[in-house]
């Protein structure tokens, strides 16, 4: 319930990563701007900040409109991607020329919303989760790639100094953070069914190729508890009707860097 006795509550609004798999999202968020659902705050983590933008934008359909048509495109993202540049999701082209240019953001729009946009980052020294504000989408978008830069496929993100990987790594469902915030309600959309958990079997790998980062790596071999824990939390919100809760019925067919555009 948004209202509450003729008094409209604050709204926030939690979204998950899990790369394509987060075009569900996209979906959901294409029916709120049906219904004309607002918000009044966004804590998006990796592809659910990327896509979260288009909704408050009110840009429907964007998402997934320019995933599909670029999606085979070899400087999008993949392997080639990945090979020439040392980032399976290309920076220059998803970050900057589809933006910018090819399927123009409305940066106009994000910011006559006036809706608190956080994206979460993980600072690799520490291994914590950063939340930062944003306020102008263009400016900030090296805050976009480093909410969404996944472990190995994506070069470590450097902004002012720190060093940043996904926000996953840290917080994969900010809820704790979103709550600080004081909303009065939180819907959190998530990517994965009810009951499915992260199945981690890199950890030598991680310890490996992150070794000089001791903090980062103990993240990265406790993503699965990490996400059970708070996987936890939220059914207990949920439960008591204090938050509301969108999740896929199934697990869905989508690969993290999907480029079936079926």
């Not at 999202?25 to 294409?30: N, R």
């Not at 090979?83 to 999701?89: C, P, Q, R, Y």
């Not at 996953?168 to 998530?190: A, M």
Request: with cysteine; aromatic share 12%; net charge positive.
């Amino acid at each position: 319930k948004i209202y509450s006795e003729g008094v409209k509550m604050k709204i926030g609004l939690v979204l998950e990563g899990g790369g394509m798999r987060t075009l569900f999202t996209a979906g959901v968020l294409d029916a709120f701007l049906d219904k004309d659902i607002k918000v009044d705050g966004v804590v998006g983590v990796s592809a659910g900040a990327l896509f979260g933008v288009n909704y408050i934008s009110g840009q429907k359909e964007r998402s997934v409109r320019y995933n599909k048509k670029y999606s085979n495109e070899k400087g999008y993202m993949g392997l080639y991607s990945w090979i020439t540049t040392g980032n399976a999701v290309n920076k220059d082209f998803a970050f900057y020329k589809i933006p910018f240019k090819l399927d123009k953001f409305d940066e106009e729009e994000f910011e006559k919303a006036k809706v608190d946009f956080y994206v979460v980052m993980t600072n690799i020294e520490s291994g914590k989760a950063e939340y930062v504000l944003i306020k102008d989408v263009f400016k900030q978008m090296e805050y976009f790639r480093a909410t969404s830069a996944l472990p190995f496929a994506s070069k470590i993100i450097e902004i002012n100094g720190k060093r940043y990987l996904d926000g996953g790594i840290s917080d994969s469902i900010p809820i704790d953070f979103c709550e600080s915030l004081g909303y009065d309600k939180i819907i959190v959309v998530l990517t994965r069914p009810e009951n499915n958990f992260k199945n981690d079997k890199l950890n030598l790998l991680y310890k490996l190729v992150y070794r000089k980062y001791p903090n980062l790596v103990n993240r990265l071999v406790n993503m699965g508890k990490d996400y059970e824990v708070v996987l936890k939390k939220i059914k207990d919100l949920e439960n008591k009707e204090k938050i509301f809760v969108i999740r896929p019925p199934e697990i869905l067919k989508i690969g993290r860097l999907e480029t079936d555009k079926k």
